[in-house]
């Protein structure tokens, strides 16, 4: 139980760094989409940088989980038709909904309850996925 308060901590403070920095507004992600400010293309840019330096780190230093396992990274091939696909996708469901994710779950609890028929359409999404994806072309 007390693993789990942690847990629960960090996406309370993931939900208030999305409503105090914007990521969440409707209208900063419509300003992204029109190219009319730089604000959430500052909050993405700024997240890549910190992964491209966090990555860095993990494999210059060989760092462990918290099981005490070196975490290793595997190449794979760059498959340019699935990536497309699956951004084309994923553009999609951002511009039908207002939001990725992450901040769906901030955005109901910021008391937008439409956001239920979003989770439970990402849910069966990937439910979706799971029964088909061995029947997918990989």
């Given at each position: 139980m007390i693993k789990s308060i942690?847990?629960?901590l960090t996406g309370?403070?993931?939900?208030?760094?999305?409503?105090?920095?914007?990521?969440?507004?409707?209208y900063r992600i419509q300003e992204?989409?029109?190219?009319?400010?730089f604000?959430?293309?500052?909050?993405?840019?700024?997240?890549?940088?910190?992964?491209?330096i966090t990555i860095f780190l993990i494999k210059r230093y060989g760092l462990k989980d918290i099981n005490g396992t070196t975490i290793t990274f595997?190449?794979?091939?760059?498959?340019?038709?699935?990536?497309?696909?699956?951004?084309i996708i994923f553009g999609l469901g951002w511009a039908l909904t207002g939001a990725c994710p992450g901040p769906i779950?901030?955005?109901?609890?910021?008391?937008?309850?439409?956001?239920?028929?979003?989770i439970a359409g990402a849910l069966l999404g990937t439910y979706t996925y799971g029964v088909i994806k061995d029947r997918l072309p990989h």
């Open positions: 942690r847990y629960i309370i403070l993931f939900g208030i760094i999305m409503s105090k920095s914007e990521a969440v507004s409707w992204m989409f029109r190219f009319q400010s604000h959430m293309y500052g909050i993405i840019g700024s997240a890549v940088i910190t992964g491209i595997q190449d794979k091939a760059l498959q340019w038709k699935r990536y497309f696909t699956g951004g779950f901030v955005l109901l609890g910021q008391g937008f309850p439409v956001m239920l028929l979003v």
